[in-house]
């Protein structure tokens, strides 16, 4: 089990007037400076900021030039590719711009690079298939920004190549000054706010987020009637596409989150709805949470696992039939993927904890498919709370063994830049801060968990898990009304976590043992005001509860418990609050995240 260390925000401000003025509670405030908002203008704009507070498309570097060329190639009857990614993020982006210039009568169609075959983003096989295809200009969508040779291939053809993404810039050092140099990708225009010379204000957005300015912006230069309300249209997918792709969820991003769930719950997507369906979520209640892991990773699944085609294609369907079938593979797709990936965090587990003198963990799983090794990377993480890099075998070359995978980060280590300090050893590399995408030749293999380790500069501390307590709060603050102001603050996700409390000398009054698999349980506690609230330790956490209070407080004490007896077990715990309806009754419990 990680060592945990539990900290207490104590940033200041008056909570009690900031409350009063935004008609919220004080804790909602405190909430809210907790997460860096130091104002009243601030905290206002997180609360209700809309869409009119959305920056303008304009500002972004290359923007214009984007939209200007994508015109008069529409204008010259000039046939269009958009090229996107396998991830949901690249399955969203690529329907934007499809579908949002097929409304304006452009010549389009689009590709989506194969995991296993293409690997991430443009390559020359797409290219050279959009060549052969009779295809003048090629549009990227959450990809393109590292492809500098590809692009030039492109370019060498004679095609028009228009860029879009929000990757990482690549950059190199200057071997003199050791300065960050920037590599230029050869793109007719090239919109990527995270571009060093780009002036757009906010830096987050995702690649469909980035497509929805751009088609929003070209509806506006050719002076689209109703171009807000049209442009609109594709908020949904923004928002799917900036919540699956695990992006923070402040300024820009929580605007489009939000407003785009809200449409959402409403679809007249064909797809969409029937996947809704399929997956079983409550229309009113869908929330990101639906998105982060119901919904979106089966979108993501076909990406994975066959082509992720198959998700476009089902945003795509207008017939039911049609729709129900695609929507109905995805989740049974999906179903595969859950169960493979079972199997892979047990083995990198069992890994891992072999390589304990490790800060980095380079975790090779050679018969793990690689479409989940990122998300095998992100579990063994959480288990260990360490970086980790999980390879697995990919493909042939000249007798040389190929490995790839994917890398999951904690706070505090940019992985991105530790493969940038250990390129020597990759083939190919991308991502951000927390995630990263890589290739080596396995020959390399030793060599790069060497260096990569050589490099990291973690300290132990670093290794201890930061539980950050928003309020020490006692169960009798958690009431109905400040669980519906917290509902305020959502949509919740990476940047905008869960709100977190905590209580003291909490006891148990019953504990029920429940699930399908007895993997959870339901207690009755009580703390020093004097509340009595039902409480859940869910699957994720039930196994630890459960062997803490049997070697803290021992067995005896474990079945008064469960009798309903007085007993001697007496926990601090780390909670959320919620609302629990049955049959048309509403009563207060609380989730239980972390005990001691």
């Given amino acids: 089990m990680v060592e945990e260390k539990w900290m207490i925000h104590s940033k200041k401000a008056d909570f009690d007037r900031f409350g009063k003025e935004l008609g919220v509670s004080p804790i909602v405030a405190r909430i809210m400076r907790n997460k860096d908002l130091e104002t009243i203008d601030d905290q206002r704009a997180f609360l209700y900021g809309g869409l009119d507070d959305l920056y303008e498309p304009g500002l972004m570097k290359d923007m214009d030039k984007a939209a200007s060329i994508i015109v008069s190639k529409i204008e010259e009857k000039k046939a269009i590719r958009i090229v996107g990614d396998y991830d949901i993020d690249g399955v969203c982006s690529t329907y934007i711009l499809y579908q949002g210039l097929k409304n304006i009568e452009a010549n389009v169609s689009y590709d989506i690079p194969d995991r296993i075959k293409d690997g991430y983003g443009i390559n020359e096989n797409i290219i050279k298939r959009a060549y052969d295809d009779g295809v003048d200009t090629i549009v990227t969508c959450d990809n393109g920004i590292a492809a500098i040779d590809q692009i030039d291939y492109a370019k060498s053809l004679g095609m028009t190549v228009v860029i879009t993404d929000h990757h990482e810039v690549p950059f190199g050092r200057d071997e003199v000054t050791g300065q960050v140099v920037y590599k230029r990708v050869s793109g007719d225009a090239v919109v990527n706010p995270k571009q060093p010379d780009c ?302 409390f905590a209580t003291k000398n909490v006891k148990i009054k019953l504990l029920k043992i429940m699930g399908a698999n007895q993997n959870m349980c339901k207690l009755q506690v009580v703390d020093d005001s004097g509340k009595t609230v039902d409480a859940l330790v869910f699957a994720s956490v039930y196994p630890g509860f459960m062997q803490f209070v049997i070697e803290k407080f021992g067995e005896e004490q474990l079945r008064k418990a469960k009798m309903g007896v007085t007993n001697d077990i007496n926990l601090s715990i780390v909670y959320y609050p919620d609302i629990n309806e049955y049959n048309g009754r509403r009563t207060t419990q609380i989730i239980v995240n972390n005990y001691c």
């Avoid at 800060?359 to 018969?367: G, R």
Wanted: net charge negative; charged share 30%.
């Fill in 199 to 500: 002036a757009y204000p906010f830096k987050l957005l995702c690649g469909g987020a980035i497509a929805y300015k751009l088609i929003e912006y070209i509806y506006k230069k050719i002076k689209l009637q109703d171009y807000k309300e049209k442009t609109e249209a594709f908020l949904e997918y923004a928002a799917i596409a900036t919540i699956g792709d695990v992006v923070d969820l402040v300024g820009e991003n929580r605007i489009i989150a939000a407003e785009g769930l809200k449409r959402l719950k409403y679809t007249s997507n064909v797809g969409l709805d029937k996947l809704i369906d399929v997956c079983g979520v409550n229309r009113d209640k869908l929330s990101s949470y639906h998105i982060g892991f119901v919904i979106g990773p089966c979108l993501n699944a076909a990406g994975r696992l066959e082509t992720a085609k198959k998700g476009l294609e089902l945003l795509l369907c207008d017939d039911f039939t049609v729709a129900e079938k695609l929507a109905v593979e995805l989740a049974e797709l999906n179903n595969q993927r859950k169960a493979m990936t079972e199997e892979g965090v047990k083995l990198g587990i069992a890994q891992g904890e072999e390589l304990s003198d490790k800060k980095v963990l380079v975790i090779y799983l050679p018969d793990v498919h690689e479409s989940i090794a990122g998300i095998i990377a992100g579990r063994v993480r959480e288990y260990f709370n360490k970086p980790v890099i999980v390879l697995t075998d990919s493909e042939e070359q000249e007798e040389k063994v190929i490995i790839k995978g994917s890398g999951r980060s904690i706070p505090g280590y940019n992985m991105f830049e530790a493969l940038v300090e250990c390129d020597e050893h990759l083939l190919k590399y991308g991502g951000h801060e927390m995630a990263a995408g890589l290739s080596l030749e396995k020959s390399r293999l030793n060599h790069f968990i060497s260096d990569l380790n050589e490099k990291c500069r973690l300290t132990d501390d670093d290794f201890i898990r930061k539980v950050w307590i928003d309020v020490p709060m006692p169960l009798a603050y958690a009431t109905e009304e400040l669980v519906e102001q917290l509902n305020l603050l959502e949509p919740f996700g990476k940047g905008n976590e869960k709100p977190v």
